[in-house]
């Protein structure tokens, strides 16, 4: 069973910065972080593969957010930069030992392992 343990949520200025961890117990192929925002669906974020390879962004975060691993850790890191009001959300760390194509890193349903969500906020 694999275990993902989300931190670094809270409240931050317009353009300011917040990096989230996620430690993971527990071997998996693919590593990804999604958003909820209250009213919305959960969408992805970025996503990695721990063997290193192409990442993925969706398009609203692209040259402001940065996923990176440190595999001697098992943890999964999201530096967040220029945040914005929109990026207001739940982030949850999902994790997958499919191994995935990059055309189904994006996908929800591919996820089986998720952790409990850290609170970005972005407020003024």
């Known amino acids: 069973q694999v275990q993902l343990v989300e931190a670094g949520g809270g409240l931050v200025q317009p353009g300011g910065s917040l990096r989230l961890s996620c430690a993971a117990a527990g071997r998996t192929y693919v590593v990804a972080w999604f958003r909820q925002a209250p009213g919305k669906e959960r969408e992805i974020v970025a996503a990695t593969r721990w063997s290193g390879g192409s990442t993925y962004y969706t398009n609203s975060v692209k040259g402001r957010f940065t996923i990176s691993r440190d595999n001697t850790k098992n943890t999964v890191f999201l530096q967040m930069n220029g945040l914005r009001p929109e990026d207001t959300a739940l982030y949850y760390c999902?994790?997958?030992?499919?191994?995935?194509?990059?055309?189904?890193?994006?996908?929800?349903?591919?996820?089986?392992?998720w952790g409990q969500g850290t609170q970005v906020t972005v407020s003024s």
């Open positions: 999902a994790a997958t030992n499919t191994h995935l194509i990059q055309s189904s890193l994006s996908r929800l349903s591919e996820y089986e392992y």
